[in-house]
């Protein structure tokens, strides 16, 4: 049973209206291959990104190698690469050959880069309390700095204020006095 609001609706798809409206009237009955199309013209962009995340992750690992193998090292290789990252997809952004979908999906990839690095600045700053040594704490904060300072200078504009309030409350911690956290050192087990 269909109710009057529904009638009305229908009452609107005159001949002439589909007939004037046939590009909109196909996307209505042929959503799929819409779908389809969108999925085909968006593909360069996912296989863009997933190249170029690939590419991070390599350089990730390299960089967490010489930082050493907690999760601050890990976050703090991530904030050491995001300048190059976000400047690769930019410039995928601005080629000609570029389809729109994919530069809309492009942009929406980097907002969520730049609230990602924010967070990973914060918790990476607080995390510094929980590091071994004063020599792996400064080496971390050395490579957060630099990082730091090109995220900055490159994407500051393009941060929101939830963003700006992420970093702060890392950057926090370098003003109060950093306890290192000790490993617990227990007695080797006799080799008798």
Known sequence: MISERNSGALDLFTFD??????????????????RKNYHEVTADFEVFITRLDASRTAKNNELQGSLGRSDISRMTAETLTAVSYLDNIEQYINKETTANECKVLAQEHIS?????????????????????????????ARALESSLSGFNTKYADKLTESD??????????????????RPINRPSPSPF
């Open 112 to 140: 969520e880069i730049l609230r990602r690095t924010s967070k990973q600045y914060e918790l990476t700053y607080q995390g510094l309390r929980t590091l071994d040594s004063n020599e792996i704490v400064q080496k971390h």
């Open 164 to 181: 700006i309030k992420s970093i702060n409350n890392g950057l926090r911690v370098l003003s109060q006095k950093l306890e290192i956290a």
């Open 17 to 34: 209206v589909m007939q004037d409206n046939l590009n909109a009237m196909d996307i209505l009955i042929n959503r799929q291959k819409e």
